[in-house]
């Protein structure tokens, strides 16, 4: 019997909602954005809402997870 592919960092004993939270939370950091402001790709979250852009230094409040839109 095939095991099923866990998550990674996470075990099986959160629930299911959690672990799908958490997958896309963590899809979302990972995420390439674009400054936009230079429209690097070298942008991203520098501490917990607040997002910068390495390359101009462009700086952006968002959410946690996820600069506003
Ligand atoms: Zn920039």
């Known amino acids: 019997?095939?095991?099923k592919k866990?998550?990674?960092?996470?075990g099986a004993r959160y629930g299911i909602k959690i672990r799908k939270q958490y997958t896309k939370v963590?899809?979302?950091l990972k995420q390439k954005r674009t400054c936009p402001q230079c429209g690097s790709t070298r942008f991203g979250r520098d501490a917990v809402g607040i997002w910068s852009c390495k390359k101009c230094l462009y700086k952006?409040?968002?959410t946690a997870?996820?600069?506003k839109v």
């Open 1 to 3: 019997m095939k095991k």
């Open 6 to 10: 866990s998550l990674k960092g996470l």
């Open 26 to 28: 963590h899809f979302t």
């Open 60 to 62: 952006v409040a968002g």
């Open 65 to 67: 997870y996820d600069i």
